[in-house]
Each structure stands twice: as structure tokens, then as C-alpha cells.
């Protein structure tokens, strides 16, 4: 019998030894929201410092004099690192769980900005931005895991909570650079290592949790895996339409997130500040919508949340490249709206695709998906060299698309509704 690592274990017959917080004293049938939220605060950390690194593009720029394709290198070099692992990782972690990795993790993000405050070359940059990644990878497969077990069956929701704080971090980013960093120089960046101990304590706590859930589980039989009545290569054919999703969606908010500014600077003639303004009403706009595609997917099929959020961008999308200043920071804020919800579901329909494979599909989806923007991002860039900012917009515009590829994915039903 297969056994389901995410499903939620069941809770001790004993009472809880006095050490236990009353995290850990909830019945796991429960949604253990003390883990969540400590997990999506930790997340909102991590992406915070995450965030940095694009939000920094303009003042690195001058600083390294810096072209296009070399800051879509940049990108490339945070988000390969990122992604290529996260599968490694979530894979190691199914066989063999890691409750204190993250804390661990905190260490390569604290390296990486601590040597991005004092890069004095190019390459070191890269090196930096590299570290930063790793310490994401780390971070994110198991980070997931938990959010899954902490959910009493509400994994939609679960996966919201948890996703919303990393879309708050990234959303947080770019105040940070423009409040902190820009006004007090590069080096400013280090103080926010402060952040990666924080974040390290927590996880640390987080950790022994974990160990606790992983010993509670070990005691009790093996439960069942859903059976969807899917062949291998009907599920094998819904995971890569999946990943396409995650990449059409995860290409454009690339496309916004690295490129905004220098485009908003180039055909507004804004300054630095106000296009990291733009900047912070696309990345916030993403943190709040990311929190209702979940809970929505639990009530009303993940199948009919993706057809909204991903084809629903599309009108959208197409119409940003020809909107004026105004209409171009409404755009940006209804566009990352309908495409927040969709990340949530993605990651739980994969999950149960395949389940008993939380951290494998957690690493493809959080890591993979972005590993591939990541090489758009480079390509996005050297196109901009060759051409303009603007055409880069106009190309990205017809991503969402993809979203038709929803009419080939079968319709799982929720067991457990919120």
C-alpha cells in the first residue's frame, strides 16, 4: 500500500507533552492555523529578500553599467539556481523528510545578500544573486509540505494562505529598495539579512513540528491514496499541461516584474521611484489575489478556477502594451488579480496527481516553472536590446493563451470542501 506523505496525520491519543505548544497539540483533522501562518510569515521573509534582487535592476544597472541581456543573465542566474534545485530537494524529501532544512536554508540567502552588499564585480554579483536562489530552493518544497499537513484536508485554502505570504514578500520588495536601499546605497542591502535570522528562528520552531507530525505518523498505519481512475499517461499528459500553465503564468509576471520600470521609464519618461511605485501595484495586486484561488478551487473545482484566471487574463494583457500611464497601472493590478489565483490550484491539482509526492511536485511547480522564466527573462532581454521594451510587451501579451489547454484536463472533484 502506498503511503499519502501529505495527507494529515492523525493526532496522538495521549496528552501532549508539556513542551508542546498548542500548535502541535491540535487534532490534525484540524486546520493548524498557528503552523500556517508562522510558515506564510516566514515566506513573506523569504521573498521579501527574494524580491530584492529585481527590485535592484535600475541602480545596478548604473552601477555595473549594466545592458539588458546582462540583467536578463542576472534573473536567469537567481532563478536557475532557484528552480533547478527545488525539484532535487522536494524529491529527497519524499524519501527521506527534513524538518530543519529551512532553517538551514535561511544560511544561503543571508551569504547571498551579505556578498551582494559588497559585490564589486559583475561575476561576484552573479555569485550572489545565485546563493540568494539556492537559499529559495531550499526553502520552498518543504515549506509546502508543511502548509499540506497543516491543513485539516483544506488544501486550497492551505496552499493560499501559505502562497499569499510569499506574493506579500515580493510585493514588500520593491518599498524596501525604494525606501531603504536606493536612499542609503547598495550596501543597504545587508541590513536585510536581519530578516534571514529572523526567518531562521522561525523555521526552527517550524522544524520541530515537523518532527514531531513525522513521529506521530510513523506510529500509525499507512493510509490509502485516492485512486482518480487515471491512467499513467492521462496524468502524465495533466502534469505538463500544468507546467505549461505555471510557465505561461510565471513568463509574463516575469515579464512585469524584471522589465516595468525600464519599460515605464522608457515610454513615460516616470523616474525610478514612481516605476517601482508601478512596480509595487502589480506585485501587491498578485499578494491579493493569490489568496482567493484556493478556497475557491476547494469549493468549486480547480478545472474551473484556472479557465477564469489564466484565458480570463488574456483581454487584458493584450490591451497593456497600447494603455496610457493611468490605464497602465490599472492593468497591471487587475492582471496580477486573475493571475494570482492560479498558482494555488496548479500546485494542488498536481498534488493530487500525485500523491505521496508533496515535495517533488512542490519543487517542479515552485522551481521548475520559474527556472523556465528565468531563460525567458534572458530572452525577453536580449530581445529588448534588439528591438524595445515596448515590443516586449506586445510579444508577452498573448501568453495567457495557454489557458486554453484547460479544456484537456480532467475534473477532479474535491473531497474536502472549506
Given amino acids: 500500500m502506498l503511503r499519502d506523505d501529505s495527507a494529515p496525520a492523525p493526532a496522538l491519543a495521549a496528552a501532549p507533552a508539556p513542551s508542546q505548544t498548542p500548535a502541535m497539540a491540535t487534532p490534525a483533522s484540524q486546520t493548524v492555523y498557528p503552523v500556517l501562518f508562522a510558515i506564510s510569515f516566514c515566506h513573506v521573509l523569504n521573498d521579501m ?72 564585480s559583475y561575476a561576484i554579483l552573479l555569485v550572489a544573486v545565485g546563493l540568494i536562489g539556492a537559499g529559495s530552493a531550499i526553502f520552498h518544497p518543504e515549506s509546502s509540505r508543511i502548509a499540506r499537513m497543516a491543513s485539516g484536508g483544506r488544501y486550497g485554502l492551505a496552499q493560499s494562505i501559505f502562497q499569499v505570504g510569499g506574493n506579500l514578500g515580493s510585493a514588500i520588495g520593491p518599498l524596501m529598495a525604494a525606501f531603504i536601499i536606493v536612499p542609503f546605497g547598495r550596501h543597504a542591502i545587508g541590513w536585510f539579512g536581519v530578516c534571514a535570522l529572523v526567518a531562521g528562528l522561525i523555521l526552527f520552531r517550524i522544524g520541530a513540528w515537523y518532527a514531531q507530525r513525522q513521529m506521530e505518523r510513523a506510529r500509525r498505519p499507512a493510509r490509502p491514496v485516492r485512486d482518480l481512475g487515471l491512467s499513467q499517461r492521462a496524468v502524465a499528459l495533466s502534469i505538463a499541461i500544468l507546467i505549461v500553465l505555471s510557465f505561461s503564468k510565471s513568463f509574463y509576471t516575469t515579464s512585469i516584474s524584471s522589465f516595468l520600470q525600464f519599460y515605464l521609464i522608457d515610454r513615460f519618461a516616470v523616474d525610478a521611484r514612481t516605476a517601482q511605485m508601478f ?15 484556493g478556497p475557491i478551487g476547494d469549493r468549486i473545482g ?36 486573475i493571475l494570482a489565483s492560479t498558482f494555488s490550484v496548479i500546485l494542488v491539482y498536481a498534488q493530487e496527481l500525485l500523491p505521496g509526492k508533496t515535495g517533488l511536485v512542490a519543487g517542479i511547480f515552485l522551481g521548475l516553472a520559474f527556472g523556465l522564466s528565468g531563460v525567458g527573462a534572458a530572452a525577453l532581454g536580449k530581445l529588448a536590446d534588439m528591438t524595445s521594451i515596448s515590443f516586449v510587451y506586445s510579444v508577452c501579451s498573448v501568453l495567457p493563451a495557454a489557458g486554453i489547454l484547460v479544456m484537456f484536463l480532467p475534473d477532479i472533484r474535491n473531497e474536502v470542501r472549506s
Wanted: avoid cysteine; hydrophobic fraction near 60%; charged fraction near 10%.
Fill in 279 to 293: 512596480l509595487f501595484l502589480f506585485t501587491g495586486s498578485v499578494a491579493a489575489g493569490t489568496f482567493f484561488g
Fill in 49 to 120: 529578500m527574494q524580491a530584492l534582487v529585481p527590485a535592484l535592476y535600475p541602480l545596478l544597472k548604473d552601477a555595473f553599467d549594466l545592458d539588458f541581456a546582462q540583467i536578463g543573465y542576472i534573473t536567469l542566474t537567481w532563478q536557475l539556481t532557484a528552480s533547478l534545485l527545488q525539484p532535487v530537494v522536494g524529491a529527497a524529501a519524499d524519501k527521506r523528510p527534513m524538518p530543519y532544512s529551512l532553517a538551514f536554508g535561511m544560511i544561503f540567502t543571508l551569504a547571498g545578500l551579505l556578498l551582494a552588499a559588497s559585490a564589486e
Fill in 302 to 337: 480547480r478545472k474551473a478556477v484556472l479557465w477564469g484566471s489564466v484565458l480570463g487574463a488574456l483581454p487584458f494583457t493584450l490591451a497593456l502594451p497600447y494603455a496610457n500611464l493611468f490605464w497602465t497601472g490599472v492593468l497591471v493590478v487587475v492582471i496580477g488579480l
